[in-house]
């Protein structure tokens, strides 16, 4: 069992960028939860879950987003992309049922190749091996709806990995990993903070709580883990971080705001969070 785990959430640039600050302002506040046991992600968290890996700082991960010079995609998630992936996950009360839909919506996905996902999330990553530190990235099989956590034992290449945790329905089709078709951990849950179970002490960053539809809450998540004698914390963005995100969370010119955002507020979640993670 690892004994401390970093959960890092998905949702967009907008929440690689406040998870940036956040991470920055508590080292700057003396918690650095960079040096976690376990890195997990889901998407975006996924991304920077190989960043913090693979050796890099929160502070300078954060100054080149608040100083908007951070690389990231410029991605089109149209209104009828929104449109086909809300109607996918509100269309069943059951989540299984739900991540179903959601996977056969990705599958639908015909006129995107899986190597422009590649081509895509390969430059934004700063190795192609998997590193030496334990990471866990998170997918969710297109055609059962189960997810997994994808780690250096598990065989594949890390941009494989990472497309797949971030390979977002319609946007992107399902990532061809085994015989399986893997589509974004966040049609489960838009952290999977439940997969962490096997670690003492965990912290969970969730730039979205809760994904639509059926999907669990990051705060019963948290509560399971708690319930299992695990001493966790959660931290989701406050007002003025939400304001900062804007409406489209895969707007670049939002990413500054809100890796400040982030910065801002983790002062008032220091003593907190150090009591969990040193405690």
């Known amino acids: 069992m690892a004994d401390t785990a970093l959960v890092l959430g998905g949702g967009g640039l907008t929440a690689f960028a406040w998870q940036v600050g956040m991470l ?26 190989v960043e913090l890996a693979a050796g890099a700082a929160p502070d300078d991960l954060y100054t080149a987003c608040a ?28 989540p299984a049922t ?18 422009e996902v590649f081509d895509t999330i390969g430059p934004l990553l700063p190795v192609h091996a998997w590193p030496d530190r334990p990471l866990r990235l998170f997918a969710v099989d297109a055609l059962t709806g189960e997810p997994t956590g994808f780690s250096a034992d598990s065989g594949i290449d890390l941009v494989r990995a990472v497309s797949a945790s971030g390979a977002l329905p319609p946007l992107f ?34 730039p979205i709580p809760k994904s639509p539809g ?30 900062a995100f804007g409406r489209n969370p895969l707007d ?5 705001g809100a ?10 979640h220091a003593e907190h969070i150090h009591a969990v993670w040193h405690g």
């Open 252 to 256: 670049p010119s939002r990413i500054p």
């Open 98 to 115: 739900a991540r179903r839909r959601l996977g056969k919506l990705g599958l639908a996905v015909r006129d995107v190749p899986e190597t």
């Open 259 to 268: 890796a400040r955002a982030g910065h801002q507020q983790a002062a008032a």
């Open 173 to 206: 089709p399902p990532i061809t990993i085994g015989q399986g078709r893997w589509v974004d951990g966040g049609v489960r849950s838009t952290t999977n903070a439940d997969l962490v179970n096997d670690c003492r002490r965990v912290v969970v960053l969730a």
């Open 24 to 49: 920055a302002g508590l080292a700057e506040a003396g918690v650095d939860l960079g040096g976690a046991d376990l890195l997990a992600g889901t998407s975006a968290g996924a991304l920077l879950a």
């Open 67 to 94: 100083d908007g010079i951070r690389a990231m995609p410029e991605l089109n998630f149209t209104l009828g992309m929104t449109v086909k992936y809300l109607w996918a996950a509100l269309g069943s009360r059951d």
């Open 214 to 243: 059926a999907s669990p809450s990051v705060d019963e998540q948290v509560d399971s883990l708690v319930a299992d004698g695990i001493r966790a914390a959660l931290l989701v963005p406050d007002h003025a971080s939400r304001r």
